[in-house]
C-alpha cells in the first residue's frame, strides 16, 4: 500500500483514488493465518454495517492510507461484481471502463504497471 499511497499523491489531479474495503479475508470466526496473529488484526466478521465500517477505519488507519474509503455491503456485491477478493487494485476511466486491474494482491499488485497506466491516462486528459 505505501507504492499505492505515493502514486495517489503524485496523480492527485489526474485521478481520485478509493480504497473499496470488501469482506474480511482471515476473520478469526473462519481461518486465521499466523501472519494477522503478529500484525493483531485479528478481527470477526462484521454482522452489520457499522462493525464493517469500523474494520474499514481500522484498516486504513493501519495502512497509514490518506484516500477515502467506501465500504462494500454485507452481501459483498462490489466484492462479487470486480473479483475483489484477494485484494485487488482497479484504474477505472471516467467512461467507466476499466483501464487496469492488478494481479490478486497483495503479491499480484505491480506498482509500476499501475504507474505506467496512470501516466497515460494523464497524458489523455492533458492533450484534450
Request: charged letters at 25%.
Amino acid at each position: 500500500m505505501p507504492a499505492v499511497q505515493t502514486l495517489s499523491e503524485q496523480f492527485a489531479s489526474t485521478a481520485e483514488f478509493f480504497m473499496v474495503y470488501i469482506r474480511e479475508a482471515h476473520p478469526s470466526d473462519a481461518w486465521q493465518i499466523s501472519a494477522n496473529e503478529r500484525d493483531e488484526v485479528v478481527h470477526a466478521s462484521p454482522t452489520t454495517d457499522a462493525e464493517r465500517c469500523g474494520l474499514a477505519q481500522t484498516c486504513t488507519g493501519q495502512l497509514e492510507i490518506d484516500f477515502p474509503a467506501l465500504v462494500d455491503g454485507l452481501d459483498n456485491a462490489t466484492d462479487e461484481a470486480y473479483t475483489g477478493w484477494p485484494e485487488r487494485i482497479y484504474l477505472i476511466g471516467r467512461d467507466g471502463r476499466i483501464r487496469y486491474k492488478s494481479g490478486p494482491g497483495p503479491f499480484g499488485f505491480e506498482p509500476d504497471e499501475l504507474k505506467a497506466e496512470l501516466e497515460r491516462l494523464s497524458m489523455e486528459t492533458t492533450c484534450k
